[in-house]
């Protein structure tokens, strides 16, 4: 069984970059096997917002109202994904939760982490 882990800052502030990692353990895995690895986030008081994903063959989806300052990477060597979100506002306070897609389900999915944006 795999399980995610997410770690990074609990608090940024406006106009700096957040930079968040979700660790992979577990049962073995390989970033092409069929799954997208992904970055969601629940501001308070609103619905779960998808970020971005990462395909099994490399291509990274990004919400196109974040694609201008999201960047997903991975790192197959440290079983890890990064989060990368310039320019951030309050509006980007948020729970950031990685999860593993596949066929439109998310399973598992890291226990979350809140983020602040603030001064």
């Known amino acids: 069984q795999v399980q995610l882990q997410e770690s990074g800052p609990d608090l940024v502030k406006p106009s700096h970059t957040l930079s968040l990692t979700c660790t992979i353990s577990g049962d073995s895995f390989t970033f092409t096997d069929d799954y997208h690895w992904t970055w969601l986030r629940q501001a308070p008081g609103k619905e779960l917002e998808w970020i971005g994903w990462?395909?099994?063959?490399?291509?990274?989806y990004y919400h196109p109202q974040l694609k201008i300052r999201a960047s997903i990477s991975r790192d197959a060597s440290k079983s890890l994904f990064i989060l990368t979100l310039t320019s951030v506002t309050p509006e980007d306070t948020a729970v950031y939760y990685c999860?593993?897609?596949?066929?439109?389900?998310?399973?598992?999915w890291g226990q979350g982490t809140q983020v602040t944006v603030s001064s």
């Open positions: 990462i395909a099994p063959t490399g291509i990274i």
């Open positions: 999860a593993r897609s596949s066929a439109g389900a998310f399973a598992p």
